[in-house]
């Protein structure tokens, strides 16, 4: 299935997404989707949640699916978003906002409160180190970011390591803050 990716979990499971023809995107991996729900729970009902970096929209997908009230995608890349403006309105919802922005722009001038965080930003960037500081402003009190990068990234003494794993080459975690 190349350019495609596999609803996992919820309302609109099995449900296809496509993805634009020459885009730098890599999709989180099923496997990893479904270990991540299983940790999140698989009811977000009334959760508020952020898909920085959306690129192929699979984690924003899969929060709207599991019912999420509302998911900001956040992506830059013209053509991605192309991508993300067809899914979404191939799904028929109207709880994803689509967010035409660089997410370090997003991070500094929005001020919203989100249940969980999808940080998975392109690994060659190495932009975890100045993400996770701006993230704590944006995280409700029991909120969660979910991190995936290269390699397990240490994230410092304003964070708790929650849950952690690796699939392949994937290294992903969830991280609560600490206090």
């Known amino acids: 299935m190349k350019n495609k990716i596999r609803i996992v979990g919820g ?7 496509t993805l634009s023809e020459g885009t730098d995107v890599r999709p989180t991996p099923d496997r990893v989707r479904e270990t991540v729900f299983n ?8 959760k508020n949640c952020l898909d920085l970096f959306a690129g192929s929209g699979a984690m924003g997908f899969e929060a709207a699916s599991r ?4 998911v900001v995608m956040v992506e830059s890349d013209p053509g991605v978003l192309k ?25 500094d001038s929005d001020r919203q409160l989100f249940d969980v965080i999808f940080l998975d930003p392109p690994y060659r960037l190495k932009l975890l180190p100045r993400l996770l500081p701006k993230l704590r402003l944006h995280l409700a009190d029991e909120g969660l970011v979910y991190m ?16 952690k794993d690796r699939a ?4 992903y975690q969830l991280l609560k803050k600490n206090g």
Request: proline residues 3%; aromatic residues 12%.
């Open 11 to 17: 309302e609109w499971r099995s449900r296809i997404i």
């Open 39 to 46: 940790w999140l729970g698989q009811d977000l009902s009334g």
């Open 67 to 70: 019912g999420a009230a509302r």
């Open 83 to 107: 991508s993300l403006r067809a899914n979404i309105q191939k799904l028929g919802t109207a709880r994803i906002q689509l967010v035409p922005m660089d997410a370090l722009k997003f991070m």
């Open 148 to 163: 995936e990068d290269d390699n397990f990234f240490e994230p410092g003494a304003d964070w708790l390591v929650w849950r």
């Open 168 to 171: 392949g080459s994937v290294y």
